[in-house]
């Protein structure tokens, strides 16, 4: 199957953007965002196509999405208001924290990648290489020099596939008891250097 990657997306593809995301990463996120209504209503609502790469087949089918995070934005961006308004004050005051609780912070000359999310339909394409792929030349397009992304303990396939495609380990979290909140014990953060000729146009 051919494919596209183009920066950004339409106001009526906010919604299948969501329900991509959640269903990626409901297993992470159930207990904060959930249950799946509210969760990719909140999603939805709170999507910056800026810092959205998306994967299209034909007809322009929506088949994955990479999100980033730089000094400018991220994919998904929410304030306690924002969290308040979908899930009320009272979930809001215990949502918030532990959301934050799995926000990464910046450095200087870094593009975080926010998660890849590729179609059920689309897996075993090489679709999920092409994104990580698309995000480092987003990266060094905006004159930075690393990419940066964390995987959870639970995902040693996707660990693999960062290793092969440069990416090195440089340390890592431990979540503690609130692993039972979030699904997984730990996880490791990486980075891949890019460099200006690493800039090329993407798929």
């Known amino acids: 199957m051919k494919f596209t990657i183009t920066k950004g997306f339409s106001d009526p593809e906010r919604r299948e953007i969501a329900a991509l995301y959640w ?3 409901a297993q992470k996120l159930h207990y904060v965002l959930g ?6 209503s909140f999603i ?4 910056n196509p800026q810092f959205a790469l998306v994967a299209r087949g034909p007809e322009n089918t929506i088949l994955g999405v990479a999100g980033f995070k730089t000094r400018q934005g991220a994919l998904i961006d929410g304030s306690l208001r924002d969290i308040a308004k979908t899930y009320g004050w009272l979930a809001a005051c215990w949502r918030a924290p532990l959301l934050a609780m799995v926000e990464r912070e910046l450095a200087e000359g870094v593009l975080l990648m926010d998660g890849i999310c590729v179609a059920a339909q689309a897996r075993g394409m090489g ?9 480092k030349q987003e990266a060094a397009s905006q004159g930075l020099t690393s990419v940066r992304l964390d995987v959870i303990s639970t995902n040693p396939r996707a660990h693999a596939l960062y290793q092969r495609e440069g990416f090195k380990d440089i340390g890592q979290e ?3 008891p609130f692993k ?8 490791t953060k990486m980075l891949c250097p890019v460099t200006p000729d690493t800039a090329a146009p993407t798929l």
């Open 127 to 135: 679709l999920g290489t092409a994104l990580l792929n698309a995000i």
């Open 23 to 25: 269903d990626a990463f």
């Open 35 to 40: 249950p799946q209504t509210k969760a990719v």
């Open 174 to 176: 431990a979540l503690g």
């Open 180 to 187: 039972y909140v979030f699904g997984f014990e730990s996880s």
């Open 44 to 47: 939805a609502a709170h999507l």
